[in-house]
């Protein structure tokens, strides 16, 4: 790599590291350090094609997404997850609520299988379309779909707490959504 690829990749890596390390915090279902080392490793080959990469982001995304998948296959123990320092406070039950809708939130990903956790990841935090996710993990649109669908299932089993955080307010007007609706006897 030359003298500006250098500067360039130091420039990507400053500049878009810590969003491509709260995504693979996601993807490893909130392990930091094992988020860092995937980070690390996509960085790596990253920089081996740095002259040949035209969207760096894009091509780290896909890295990221295809090492994990990688991971997933090795079936490694699920590890207990530590921390170095606790998490931060920023005081008032605002922050304490959507403190607790976070952890409840990371607990809830880390029980889903690596490929449903993929699938959320990808559709409502990256929110990209299904065929992009289908692209990225090698698998059909409607596959994608399926997933998704018994993904968001599985973790209304697992944190019935979540739509209890996420519930709107006596107070609120109730929602104008006309939509049809089927009827069942």
Request: glycine share 6%; aromatic share 6%.
């Amino acid at each position: 790599m030359d003298a500006e690829g250098h500067e360039r990749f130091r420039d990507f890596v400053e500049n878009r590291s810590s969003a491509l390390l709260k995504t693979a915090v996601l993807l490893s279902g909130g392990d930091r350090h094992a988020a860092e080392d995937l980070l690390q490793n996509a960085l790596i080959k990253a920089a081996g094609r740095w002259q040949r990469i035209d969207e760096p982001e894009a091509y780290v995304r896909q890295v990221l997404y295809r090492q994990q998948v990688s991971r997933w296959r090795l079936k490694w123990r699920r590890r207990e997850l530590t921390v170095a320092e606790p998490p931060e406070s920023t005081g008032g039950a605002d922050a304490s609520a959507a403190t607790d809708l976070r952890i409840v939130m990371r607990g809830a990903l880390a029980r889903l299988t690596a490929r449903q956790r993929a699938v959320l990841v990808l559709r409502y935090f990256e929110d990209l379309p299904e065929a992009d996710v289908a692209r990225i993990l090698g698998c059909s649109v409607g596959t994608v779909r399926s997933t998704a669908h018994r993904s968001l299932a599985r973790l209304r089993t697992l944190a019935p707490e979540l739509s209890a955080l996420g519930a709107p307010d006596a107070d609120r007007s109730p929602s104008r959504d006309f939509s049809p609706v089927e009827a069942r006897p």
